[in-house]
């Protein structure tokens, strides 16, 4: 580990999300010394936001015993491009929704230290391989399960960046071709992601309740108030329908799996987020549709874990992790 | 390039192919030096193949001015485990069609240098790296469309070989899920081979022509005489079927292509083998369809080339490739 080299024990962690932003202290173990937090929203410029963000770091570097502890910090944000340590055109950040923020560099400039940034799966995919499930593996896949489908791929022990930055998209590979598919936020159809994140997992609830009138549960709510977590304390209850809900939704998930094992043949998928909670409702399908689909050549190699990341700071351990990586 | 540290000009190519085994001597810039072939069948074990090689070799080794001269060896051949270097249970040889043979360590004994063999598709993508239209690339993807569709895939400069070292089966993705998929050879249905192989592309003129009763001047032929190179004449003399089983075919391979964007965002897709000479026949509807069906953050940032290597001796120039890349 380069901290031993750089005697410096701590990396900052930064979850960069749309509503908060969570900063962490994290050493070699993934043990999260210090944390604060401040809204990510409100400010008319990213520098009004840096320096914010720089006031509330001051106070737990200070806990930690100055900036000579920490040898790098890590970011987890949307949008975010790994090789110009930018964030281009979130539409969700308002002060970097109509530009490219260099905001590695800013906040670099800020502490005198290097400064990483990547989107949040691929962040997951590190801190997995640092902290978490994946320690030791050199080929991997993590798929996040929340409000979209996201990933990060490690090939060779090192995250798959692509020839832009922007590889591992695995959310919006197309799995229901031609009309049938349905209507993606990326504006195309048939993604992964309408069926397999919590939200399609949401729309399959309400498909189903439509289109037919077996009973269930689900049916004593508002169809448009069901989240996935409903279905699946349905499913726990012994709901047929929403047992079916998810299994649905975890043979999609196998069948997708069973194409990126002929892409990067992996030793591991892992599985983090939200979702993951529904535990075995959506693990055993999706490891029984890998097993029917997968090549001959391929079955049987690959195992299907849970993160390892605590849930409540999985995000801010991810970031961090992107800090030990750099040279 | 390491032959100016060995100061040794040349490596041996051996494309092992299920009738012939061809070998080539090639120095730096891809130019073949010598070259000559024996039948790959025919030998009770494997060890009487690699004395029948070793003796055809001994003559170009001594054309080139003696092993003293010779960097490496790289193998290109079916079933082959780079991490092993060993084919394992391919049904086209009689040698080893039941087994494990260690046949990079069989030849680097026979020879005194180092030898490392991989699939022919891997090899074609380390070719092209190394000699052909992806020199300077780091990221890219090379897919053959031959009796079958291979593919090889550089991340970050390098082959990508997964946990197994048999990643890359990009001809096995799934195009059409469920039973109206076509059967493979791998045992499942609607992988992305049964479409556009030139074996696909042939099985698609069947089909429509049974299916149909529009005019075509393949109904001239037998139908089971049929190849991928008729239906490419035949749309070259205008006629309306060939051409749209030819669009029919590029455009599976443009919305296949447009996943493996969302998988490692490559720089460019390459198109190597037999049907690459069908030319814009093919290759406007591949990128018709990418361009339509790709995610937005990916549209119009790869490039679709075709092969840089020569048709003839492409196989073995591939296979030296992997000759220079030994460390």
Known sequence: MNEQQSNKPYVIGLDLGGTNSVFGIVDAQGDIKATTAIKTGGFATAADYVNACIEALQVIIGQVGGIGTIKAMGIGAPNA???NGTIEFAPNLSWAHDGVVPLADMFSQALGIPVAMTNDANAAAVGEMVYGVARG????????LG??????IVVNGQLLYGHDGFAGELGHVTMIRGEEGRLCGCGRTGCLETYCSAT????TARELLAKTDRPSLLRNMKAEDITSLDVAIAAGKGDNLA???YQFTGKMLGEACADFAAFSSPEAFIFFGGMVKAGELIMKPIREAYDAHVMP???GKAQFLVSGLDGASAAVLGASAIGWEIQ
Chains 1, 2 share one sequence.
């Open 200 to 203: 399609g997992v949401a729309r």
């Open 81 to 83: 491009n790994y090789y």
């Open 147 to 152: 409000t979209g489908v996201g990933s990060g």
């Open 243 to 245: 047992n079916e809900i």
């Open 297 to 299: 050549i391929f079955r």
């Open 137 to 144: 593996m050199k080929n991997f896949i993590v798929i996040t």
